[in-house]
């Protein structure tokens, strides 16, 4: 009867570490690859959101359009005028919609990365 085990089958504290740790670091990694996927589709989604309401003529004195616009401008900032063409719908098509395509890319494929660690 000399089992250092408090109770048959429970291991005790002292003893190395386990697969219980792995699965921890395992599910930090998720969390974290959640949270990149998370910002770029949300950088994505403010990109898209200006883009529709550009082509609607949305009223830009709306104080919801001023905001658009300028988290659309702040996210594409490095984007601006890399397209410039005399039709002024397609010019924001493709000035807005280059970095939201990027940002899903990038953020989607880190986040693959990041959950097979």
Known sequence: MNNPDPVSGYSTY??????????????GGRRVALAVCTVADTAA???LLWVLLFLLDANRTNVFVEFVRGAADWLAWWSQDIFTMDTEGLRVVLNYG???????????GIAARLNRV
Not at 14 to 27: F, K, W
Not at 98 to 108: C, E, K, N, Q, W
């Open 98 to 108: 280059l970095p939201a395509v990027l940002y899903l890319l990038i953020g989607h």
């Open 45 to 47: 989604g403010l990109l």
């Open 14 to 27: 002292n003893q190395p570490a386990g697969p219980e740790c792995v699965v921890r670091h395992r599910d």
